[in-house]
């Protein structure tokens, strides 16, 4: 038995600000679905409440930061040579909210 509903999904929706058809609901629906039966299959395996957490899927994960060097940049003329539309150091775009 699933553990989500319709209910379920359209609550999460509208809680991230986003409506759902009927037909993206159900979609989702299912893939909480697979999910959950994939939870299942998981949960089965011997000993896996003895598995320790992972907070990284690369328990190796060495970060290494390159020095602070400046550099010189790229001439502002030279970016805006590739801008269909520039005036003076600024792009200009067409408004898209009104």
Same mark, same amino acid.
């Given at each position: 038995m699933s553990r989500f509903t319709k209910e379920m999904v359209d609550?999460?929706?509208?809680?991230?600000?986003?409506?759902? $058809? !009927? @037909? @993206?609901?159900?979609? =989702?629906l299912?893939?909480?679905? =697979?999910?959950?039966?994939?939870?299942?299959?998981?949960?089965?395996? !011997?000993?896996?409440?003895? =598995?320790? !957490?992972? $907070?990284h899927c690369l328990d190796d994960l060495k970060v290494e930061l390159r020095a602070d060097v400046a550099e010189p940049s790229v001439p502002i003329e030279d970016l805006l040579a590739n801008c269909d539309e520039a005036t003076d150091r600024e792009v200009e775009l067409p408004k898209v909210v009104e």
């Open positions: 609550d999460y929706a509208n809680k991230l600000l986003i409506g759902l $058809t !009927p @037909e @993206e609901n159900a979609m =989702v299912a893939e909480f679905e =697979v999910i959950d039966r994939q939870c299942d299959v998981v949960n089965e395996y !011997p000993g896996i409440e003895k =598995v320790q !957490p992972m $907070t």
